[in-house]
DNA sequence: TATTGTTATACTCTATAACTATA
DNA sequence: TATAGTTATAGAGTATAACAATA
């Protein structure tokens, strides 16, 4: 019994996951952008990173951000800055296109996954939040780090 | 408060979904199969779906589906069968090999959602558990009425 | 020597369009 | 003619290995 119903938790929370995943990219098919360029923009709306930290916040190796940076850039939506510190590196950055796509990516995707949650009697919703709130800062915890990363699209 | 508390909910649902799916994707790599690959012998575990029903399922284009399924089948994951009624139609099953890695992947991947999810008391997760499945419902519903004029997955 | 990043290469995944073979 | 599936083609995305430039 206990089982079962842990079971289906898991479950559930599996497709959930599918569910919301899925408007994320179905939004940012509307913009003719991929999951993993969404992911780019993202990470770059508050942050300049090198190739190397790219490749970290991202799980990819260095030679793919490689390519995906010249597609983002081919695309004007981010821009290589050089370093002045060290000629070796370079710093990526989004351009004001690239901010305002991945925004309106956001907000629309914001805007479905609360209409999704939209079920819910308000009540319920708080306690939703708690719950995976709570879910979050065990798995952040016992991850290491990076307790309060604001929208860290980069997990995993 | 209420308009940040719903933004909240929506964030946090997001990055559960991405550490979800996550797991799902280092599972499935342990066994050195890529998302798309689980997801194809997932719907297999079930069905013996012809190429046209594999492509409705798994939202991807036949000549997609085909690429998807020749190399499942050049791995020994999946066999095509001819069908007997009409013969310009292949149904698609899973071989031994496929149902064996498919059910270790499935397993792993419960057993690590299982753990994350373990911090929290059983009573709250039954509470999160009837949350997901009010939402999931909602979503079914909503999708399949708006599914009656044509089945066609048209967004994307 | 070690590092940062790019390039060469090979493979998966995807869609569009054209094709074959059935129906 | 219409449908089921494959193939040709082109492009994105990915990793490994070799490379250039800089430290």
Do not use: W, Y
Request: proline share 3%.
């Amino acid at each position: 019994m206990a089982a079962r119903g842990q079971l289906d938790t898991v479950d559930g929370l599996a497709q959930l996951s599918f569910v919301v995943l899925g408007m994320l990219e179905a939004q940012a098919g509307r913009q003719d952008i991929s999951m993993v360029q969404t992911r780019l923009l993202g990470v770059l709306r508050d942050r300049t990173p090198t190739m190397n930290e790219l490749a970290a916040l991202l799980d990819l190796d260095k030679s793919s951000v490689s390519g995906l940076v010249v597609r983002a850039e081919r695309r004007g939506l981010v821009e290589r800055v050089p370093s002045t510190t060290d000629r070796r590196v370079v710093r990526v950055t989004l351009t004001d296109a690239g901010r305002t796509l991945v925004s309106h990516v956001a907000a629309r995707f914001e805007a479905e996954v609360s209409r999704l949650l939209d079920v819910l009697p308000a009540a319920e919703r708080a306690t939703l939040s708690g719950l995976i709130s709570q879910v979050l800062v065990t798995q952040a915890t016992s991850r290491g780090i990076e307790l309060f990363p604001d929208t860290d699209h980069a997990a995993r």
